[in-house]
T-cell receptor, first 113, second 115 residues
Framework: GDSVTQMEGPVTLSEEAFLTINCTYT??????LFWYVQYPGEGLQLLLK?????DKGSNKGFEATYRKETTSFHLEKGSVQVSDSAVYFC????????????FGKGMKLTVNP | DAGVIQSPRHEVTEMGQEVTLRCKLI?????LFWYRQTMMRGLELLIY????????DSGMPEDRFSAKMPNASFSTLKIQPSEPRDSAVYFC?????????????FGPGTRLLVL
């Protein structure tokens, strides 16, 4: 079945460090891909998405490119801030028009000043 | 615009009691999802509805759990009787279904503790 594998962490970085969170997927068809972020004590919120191969999603300095050839959707940010401390989830929507999302296990990021 | 609203935000109850969690969708959305989040199992989809109809309830743990949508904007998740292993954060999320791959908008969650 469809699945998502992502780095689980936890990861601790210093402010202004470069961030990469790896995410690979297994899916039939052509899913849409998402990164959601969960700040402490809150629900998940969409960070960025990409709906087809080679699309790049971007938001708040974060970027991820839909790579069909490597079945990946790695999240990157050039310079993290303390306010980026959160749990990051990679997800895909089941192909075929379904709304069901399959989530990775999440990765906790802590950014220290 | 108001986001997804959940109540209560926190619930502490004793084993065997009935628990009802409530969720109000974003106005105009037509799909509703219930998730459970625990440290051990991560984020699990319990059930989802489209236009008030349950589409996939394969994640509902057992008969003690039931979910309803009495109208297009409101849903309940009931646990009867509750057990300590049901302790978790329960999220609902809504979306506007069009062709698939839509963004889901999550509520703040209900933190449930069953003693």
């Amino acid at each position: 079945g469809d699945s998502v594998t992502q780095m689980e962490g936890p990861v601790t970085l210093s402010e202004e460090a470069f961030l990469t969170i790896n995410c690979t997927y297994t899916a039939t068809g052509y899913p849409s891909l998402f990164w959601y972020v969960q700040y402490p004590g809150e629900g998940l919120q969409l960070l960025l998405k990409a709906t087809k191969a080679d699309d790049k999603g971007s938001n708040k300095g974060f970027e991820a490119t839909y790579r069909k050839e490597t079945t990946s959707f790695h999240l990157e940010k050039g310079s993290v801030q303390v306010s980026d401390s959160a749990v990051y989830f990679c997800a895909l929507s089941v192909a075929g028009g379904s709304e069901k999302l399959v989530f990775g296990k999440g990765m906790k990021l802590t950014v220290n000043p | 615009d108001a986001g997804v609203i959940q109540s209560p935000r926190h619930e502490v109850t004793e084993m065997g009691q009935e628990v009802t969690l409530r969720c109000k969708l974003i106005s105009g959305h037509n799909s509703l999802f219930w998730y459970r989040q625990t440290m051990m199992r991560g984020l699990e989809l319990l059930i989802y509805f489209n236009n008030n109809v349950p589409i996939d309830d394969s994640g509902m743990p057992e008969d003690r759990f039931s979910a309803k949508m009495p109208n297009a904007s409101f849903s309940t998740l009931k646990i009867q009787p509750s057990e300590p292993r049901d302790s978790a954060v329960y999220f609902c999320a809504s979306s506007l279904r069009m062709s698939g791959g839509e963004t889901q908008y999550f509520g703040p969650g209900t933190r449930l503790l069953v003693l």
